[in-house]
């Protein structure tokens, strides 16, 4: 990343006083969204069309969006949704789903461990929040894994009606820190979802690109594009 990524955030970080974090695929992966990391993992064993895989994980993420116990841990989750992809892949038995689960959830558990470290150094200094389409499970993951008590607000899409890119989600979770958007930052790995959704609202944004993303810029010039979520410790702290 050169520095002139970095400037206009680090320039004004003064007056940033709200972190607000995508959750899959930020905070749980190295910029990947979860589908792509269930399609590397599910191609490991077996050979299945790109957009066959694509129609089955969107309708198996569909059924249990709203539809799972608000207490459910992280791996359960996980493993509904590759057992939802198999079904809709008429993948037979379950040792194919079962091995992508344990797989994904084990690398999941490895960022997040990195995640909360990075979420405790930035605590004491900045509001933090989790934005994120969800399953309406939010909350529990983030007990689970330790970074509840870090955060002033935890935005689950199923929980309260509304999902990213959509304005209302964000302006859901300034309402909840409280912040204005002028005064907050959005970090996530998806142009689509996060960083116009963030854009919408008048948040300035940091594209998780990932390692193997080279080129991948960000829908404003001005805003910044890292490869690893460690990298805003440099920016914030």
Known sequence: MTPNHKSPITNHKSGVSAL??????????PGLAWRERFFRLWREEEEVPRDRFDRAFFAADDA?????PASLPFAETVGRLA????A???TTGEAVPGRVA????AASRESLSESAALLRRLAPSYK?????NFYGNLSAVCREIGIHGLLCAEVDSA???????????FEAALAQLPAGPGESVFIGDSLERDMAGARAVGMRHVLLAGEDSDGKRSCCPEDPVIRRLDELAEMFL
């Open 88 to 90: 809709g892949l008429g």
């Open 102 to 105: 344990a797989r994904f959830s």
């Open 128 to 132: 933090l929040a989790i934005v994120s």
């Open 83 to 86: 057992r939802g992809i198999a």
């Open 20 to 29: 607000l974090f995508d959750f899959g695929g930020t905070l749980d992966g």
């Open 159 to 169: 929980v309260v009606g509304c999902r990213k890119p959509g304005r209302a989600i």
């Open 64 to 68: 249990i969006e709203g539809s799972v």
